[in-house]
């Protein structure tokens, strides 16, 4: 196939690699494939992955999946759409079953770009550029096309920002992914049932670079900064309580952006319910924390409790003092009514409750949507006054718990599935 245009282009299928078995040394396989100084090697992951043993029997396919997935983005029915430990966000977590023996599963290369790598070093002879390329589906797009998933001695991409077109209309968020489109381009002469799994792109020798090069992860966008961090589906899923957090400093801006979801949520008489006390000040917290923590113990000693149960109990507290940043969220009765009988008050009271707390799970599945990990304590709860006094709040905030928030040390352990029918009744 050739491609007119500034470069003439040509792309040309390698027929003949046979059957890839564990062991095999894809540069070796390709010697005869006429490879010139200049040419981009667009070989398929599969490949790659059996030539590694990166193999599994069927049976494992889900556990393979679990194994490689980093994050569960999406699911629908027996779809799972993950991301990988690469940073890749794909269908299964890449397990594929195509391709491969009956009963057997692949999965991706265990670091493409260096897969990449020792391609390109064994074919030596000439200077190439390799891309392992595997097939993705897009979002808003129905159909798969091949993206790169490693390379070496490639440019992956062209930055366009801050220069300017034809009109002198100056660019501002204009890069283009070299390396897909030269991976997606080889796809329309490998197919994917020819039984073609490399392909040479010639004409480009000027996106050859000396040295093996950035590889695959300037193309692949951090999942801080991904827009549709999770499916519609699991949003709400995404949220778990994280009691080991990371050094890594909070964004203000997104325990803000947090907040805003949290003010959301449905409230009686049209009212506002829900404050949000954001503790940034150091000394503040450690200020709050241990007046919570005597107030604590204090009760404790009251109710009978040793010392030394005290000591074990108050531990639980460390979960928001290891965390890098707390939100005291408060109840404010401002706009309830006022009944002649205490039943009515009180239910007229539960019905805030309820609504701060819809605000409070509003707010910890935004932060989840940042990629900020939290964990709701009660604690404030039990000592009100001694909250109030120290945050100077109003006597009419209700402290309704505190908030730990950070980034998770480490991906949350699977949750036991329920199953909703045990938490339902039909009337």
């Known amino acids: 196939m050739t491609i007119a245009g500034p470069h003439r282009v040509e792309v040309i299928a390698v027929e003949g690699v046979g059957e890839v078995r564990p062991g095999d040394d894809i540069a070796a396989l390709l010697k005869d ?15 790659v992955s059996k030539a590694e043993g990166r193999i599994r029997r069927a049976p494992d396919r889900i556990q393979a999946i679990e194994d490689e ?4 983005v999406a699911r629908r029915g027996d779809t799972v759409i993950s991301q990988t430990r690469h940073g890749f966000v794909m269908a299964a977590a890449g397990v594929d079953a195509s391709n491969t023996d009956p009963g057997t599963v692949l999965l991706l290369p265990e670091d493409p770009d260096a897969s990449a790598g020792r391609i390109r070093a064994g074919l030596a002879a000439v200077r190439v550029g390799v891309i392992v390329s595997d ?53 329309l002469v490998k197919g994917k049932l020819a039984g073609v799994p490399v392909a040479i792109v010639r004409g480009l020798s000027h996106l050859v670079t000396d040295d093996d090069g950035p590889g695959v992860r300037p193309l692949v966008r951090a999942a801080d900064d991904d827009l549709f961090r999770y499916g519609s589906r699991d949003v709400v899923f995404a949220r778990r309580t994280i009691r080991e957090f990371s050094d890594r400093p909070v964004d203000p801006e997104a325990v803000r952006r947090a907040v805003a979801a949290g ?54 507290g460390d979960v928001l003092r290891n965390a890098p940043y707390l939100v005291v969220p408060c109840l404010v009765m401002e706009g309830s009514h006022t009944y002649r009988d205490a039943r009515r008050n009180a239910s007229e ?3 805030f409750v309820v609504a701060t707390g819809a605000g409070v799970e ?66």
């Open 349 to 351: 009271r539960e019905m």
């Open 263 to 316: 003010i959301a949520a449905p409230a009686p008489h049209h009212t506002t319910p829900w404050r949000f006390v954001l503790v940034e000040s150091p000394e503040t917290r450690t200020k709050l924390l241990d007046a919570m923590r005597e107030a604590w113990i204090e009760d404790l000693r009251g109710d009978g409790f040793g010392e030394q149960s005290i000591a074990k109990r108050i531990r639980r």
């Open 69 to 72: 997935t980093e994050r569960v």
């Open 135 to 187: 097939t993705f589906g897009r979002p808003w797009r129905n159909g798969l096309t091949d993206v790169a998933i490693g390379v070496a001695g490639l440019r992956p991409l062209d930055d366009f920002r801050g220069t300017s077109d034809a009109y002198g209309n100056q660019l501002s968020a204009t890069v283009t992914a070299l390396a897909d489109e030269i991976a997606g381009a080889a796809e």
């Open 33 to 47: 494939a006429g490879i010139q100084d200049g040419d981009i090697v667009v070989v398929t992951s599969k490949i």
């Open 362 to 427: 509003n707010f910890l599945i935004q932060l989840a949507v940042e990629g900020l990990g939290s964990a709701w304590v009660s604690s404030t709860m039990f000592c009100r006054p001694v909250v109030r006094a120290v945050l100077d709040l109003p006597d009419s905030w209700d402290p309704m718990g505190c908030v730990a928030v950070g980034h998770a040390a480490a991906p949350p352990a699977d949750r036991a599935p329920r199953d909703p029918a045990d938490f339902i009744v039909t009337r």
